[in-house]
Each structure stands twice: as structure tokens, then as C-alpha cells.
């Protein structure tokens, strides 16, 4: 059975540092691994989505990685901004269903 | 198109009441999930349908819960003599056949039971 963790589960660091956020999955047969952002009393929007062939993503400060032989991704954010606080919240796809295997999240607070 | 809409988007009940929760998928997509997500915690799947018909369902899916998507555009979930456990954020997405997955998010509705 997939079970998905992000460490750690809650994060604060001041405005403009760069930070990793981890995502470790324990069934390395991905279809894809996926980043999402979810606000306070909102949906959940898709960051980043890495396909289980490919190594990393980009998109503006962030960037993604995937390692699947040992069962990893890390989100990397850049010059992190207060506007990045948020929960981030890894998922993967598995290739024998269409289901979305969540992890519990990174709660992140950037402080200005 | 303004995304996918959920309906309401905050309900409180009282233990022991029906309720029912409407998903509008963004048009063209023709696949919608539904996931449950409780507070500190990951969304979890509920079902899936591809068009008007449930391909999937989680054991997570009681009795109690039903959804429909009968013409293959909106969904609905409605949960029937609801409980306390059953107060979670209910989550739908859409996505395209052959797609990757990724889906676009609803904002959910949170269901509160008292």
C-alpha cells in the first residue's frame, strides 16, 4: 500500500530565505508525483507536476525534484515571500489507478 | 469557464440529517473525483467517474454515501444520516481522459455536523 509523508509538518522561516520541502513515498511505481498549494478556507491548486521519467520541474521560484528509486521529491521555493505561506501538500499517482495518494502536508509561514 | 464550482460551499447539520453536495466540473473535462480531506490531514479519495459512470469507489465510500454524475456534467454526493465523522472538507476535481491526472480543484464545501 502507497502511503505518502512530508516532513516536516510545519514550517516558519523569515522572508527571503530559501527552503526545501520534503515528500517521501514508500511504492516507487509512480505515474507522477504532484506539488499543491492549499490556502486557508480554499481549494487546492496544482504547482508542479513531474512525470515519473523526468528528474525535476520549474516554475518561476520554485522547483521540484523527483528521485524514484528512493522514493523522494523535494519542492525547493526561492526567495521565499510571506505570500508563500500556505499549506503544500505533495500526491502521487499511481499507475494501476487513477487515485491521487496524498501526503498530510507542509504547513509553511513565511514571516515578514 | 471559471473553473470547477462547488455547492454550498459551507453546510452545518445536525447528526442524523441528509445532505447532498453539488460538483460543476469545468466543461470539456470528462473525468470528476471526489476526495474528503479532515482537518491536518491529506484529502483522501472517495470515487471517481469517467463521463456518467462510477468506475471507482473507495472502501471509504460507506453505505451512507452515494454520488451520481447522470449526465456526465455535474455530480452530486449526498450522505445520508450523517454523523460526526462525516465533518471533513468534501473536495471535487475534474480532468480529461488521457490526461495526467493532475486535475483542477473545486474550493470544496466544508460539512460541519453538530
Known amino acids: 500500500k502507497q502511503e505518502v509523508t512530508q516532513i516536516p509538518a510545519a514550517l516558519s522561516v523569515p522572508e527571503g530565505e530559501n527552503l526545501v520541502l520534503n515528500c517521501s513515498f514508500t511504492?516507487?511505481?509512480?505515474?507522477?508525483l504532484q506539488w499543491f498549494r492549499q490556502d486557508p478556507g480554499k481549494g487546492l491548486t496544482s504547482l508542479l507536476l513531474i512525470q515519473s521519467s523526468q528528474r525535476e520541474q520549474t516554475s518561476g521560484r520554485l522547483n521540484a525534484s523527483l528521485d524514484k528509486s528512493s522514493g523522494r521529491s523535494t519542492l525547493y521555493i526561492a526567495a521565499s515571500q510571506p505570500g508563500d505561506s500556505a499549506t503544500y501538500l505533495c500526491?502521487?499517482?499511481?499507475?494501476?489507478?487513477?487515485?491521487?495518494?496524498w501526503g498530510a502536508g507542509t504547513k509553511l509561514i513565511i514571516k515578514p | 469557464d471559471t473553473g470547477v464550482s462547488q455547492d454550498p460551499r459551507h453546510k452545518i447539520t445536525k447528526r442524523g440529517q441528509n445532505v447532498t453536495f453539488r460538483c460543476d466540473p469545468i466543461?470539456?473535462?470528462?473525468?470528476l473525483y471526489w476526495y474528503r480531506q479532515t482537518l491536518g490531514q491529506g484529502p483522501e479519495f472517495l470515487t471517481y467517474f469517467q463521463n456518467e459512470a462510477q468506475l471507482e469507489k473507495s472502501r471509504l465510500l460507506s453505505d451512507r454515501f452515494s454520488a451520481e454524475r447522470p449526465k456526465g456534467s455535474f455530480s452530486t454526493l449526498e450522505i445520508q444520516r450523517t454523523e460526526q465523522g462525516d465533518s471533513a472538507m468534501y473536495l471535487c476535481?475534474?480532468?480529461?481522459?488521457?490526461?495526467?491526472?493532475?486535475?483542477?480543484f473545486g474550493p470544496g464545501t466544508r460539512l460541519t455536523v453538530l
Open positions: 466543461s470539456e473535462h470528462n473525468r
Open positions: 500526491a502521487v499517482l499511481m499507475d494501476s489507478n487513477y487515485q491521487l495518494i
Open positions: 476535481a475534474s480532468s480529461l481522459q488521457g490526461g495526467t491526472g493532475l486535475g483542477i
Open positions: 511504492d516507487s511505481a509512480i505515474y507522477n
